[in-house]
């Protein structure tokens, strides 16, 4: 018998993911004009990112939750001008149903494979996308801020959160 590897879990990341959703959420609070920082690309603004961030938990979320054989619609178009309640309602919304899946998920399930536009990827790749994929624009947000002239928030490295010991 092998000893287990060392690893951070799915449940860990998740915490950590809302972490970051939840200071910024705040953050926000207090400095609603941050949400209208022009960043360019296709956002276009910081309240559009935040839209973008939330809507591919979502999307990966509902994606989690179909039987297997379905293959995911096109995603939506993006949000435009969300307020910041509806942009937490749905963080809140894609965190239970990642939460949710998680509950049923074991080795067997996050190893069974869907089709995902061109690729066939596992659930485990789906989990990890939206999770990976939020810490990753969470940055891009501090920089955006920063450079926008903004107060800056303290660091938000994993290191100093209370997500795990």
Known sequence: MSTPEPALTFREMLAYSDFLAQRWLEY???HEDALDIEIGGKTGN???LVGHIFQVENFFANFLLQEPSVTPTAPPPPL?????????????E???????FLALANEERLRQTRKLGPVTV???????QPLFHSVHHWAQVAMEVR?????PQPPQD???????Q
Request: glycine share 2%.
């Open 28 to 30: 926000f609070k207090k």
């Open 46 to 48: 910081m309240r559009n």
């Open 80 to 92: 435009q001008a969300a307020s910041l309640e509806t942009l937490s309602k749905l963080h809140r």
């Open 94 to 100: 894609s965190l239970e149903k990642l939460e949710q």
């Open 122 to 128: 596992s659930n485990r790749k789906i989990l990890a």
């Open 147 to 151: 450079q926008a002239g903004f107060p």
């Open 158 to 164: 994993i290191i100093i959160s209370p997500v795990m």
